[in-house]
């Protein structure tokens, strides 16, 4: 006799967590990762059998997310490419399911702000969509800039806190190695299997293995919609502190 009751609790409370209208309701300050000292950057060789996605010439391998009919408006400098306010997310031009990817990214060395607002971008894992659909593991200046540990770098961006702070100074250059396992779907849309990811910063493990919950999602719990393969996308964030760079970006599809 007790069933039905139970059975309406549990759909009440998966409709007061549907109903979610602040972002503060699934930003988390506690567990705070130790932080690891990393020293400083070095240029990582490209495997022999990876594909380059960024080789420090140009984004042939880049395209817009807003129109992927049209290139990557971000600026090409010096042998990296730094984001352009404004123009959009960019994604590559191909599309993946399970790879391990590994991308450098720099924070300027004269940033400003804090908190979320101290060189945010995102490299969203299945990055679908014309705006910010898909995973996404956190880029962010976090030094010395406390915010919330499941939003700082190398968190999965409101889903998991890295199991570390490995961030190496602004100027320097941070790097990321990810492991990626799409997930994967039933014919009615139902998750067959859910994403994971393991990825290092700096040579430190920030995610073992984690599963993830859905999509990201700023507002509300994440969750999955049915996709196949899909591109990388990189986040033009747009807010007012100093844009980021990125170099040598190669991938080997798994």
Do not use: C
């Amino acid at each position: 006799m007790t069933r039905p009751f139970l059975l309406s609790l549990s759909f009440a409370a998966s409709l007061a967590a549907g109903a979610q209208t602040k972002p503060e309701e699934t930003e988390f300050y506690e567990p705070v990762p130790k932080v690891v000292n990393t020293g400083k950057s070095v240029l990582t060789p490209v495997p022999a059998d990876a594909k380059i996605l960024f080789d420090g010439k140009n984004l042939d391998q880049w395209v817009s997310t807003k129109d992927p009919s049209n290139p990557a408006q971000w600026t090409v400098h010096d042998g990296v490419f730094t984001v352009k306010k404004g123009t959009g997310n960019i994604q590559t031009k191909e599309v993946f399911t399970d790879y391990q990817l590994h991308l450098e990214w720099q924070i300027p060395a004269n940033i400003t702000g804090k908190g979320q607002a101290r060189g945010n971008s995102g490299v969203f894992l299945a990055g679908y969509g014309k705006g910010d659909g898909g995973y996404e593991i956190q880029v962010l200046d976090n030094y010395n800039n406390p915010t919330y540990v499941n939003g700082q770098a190398g968190s999965i961006y409101k889903q998991h806190i890295p199991l570390a702070n490995a961030n190496r100074p602004p100027g320097d250059w941070n790097v990321y190695d990810i492991v990626w396992t799409a997930p994967r779907f039933n014919d009615d849309g139902t998750v067959k299997t859910p994403a994971r990811v393991t990825a290092f910063l700096n040579g430190v493990l920030v995610q073992n293995n984690a599963e993830i919950k859905g999509e990201t999602r700023y507002i509300g719990k994440p969750e999955y919609i049915k996709h196949g393969p899909a591109p990388i996308k990189l986040q033009d964030h747009g807010d007012p502190s100093e844009p980021i760079s990125f170099r040598n970006i190669w991938i080997r599809p798994l």
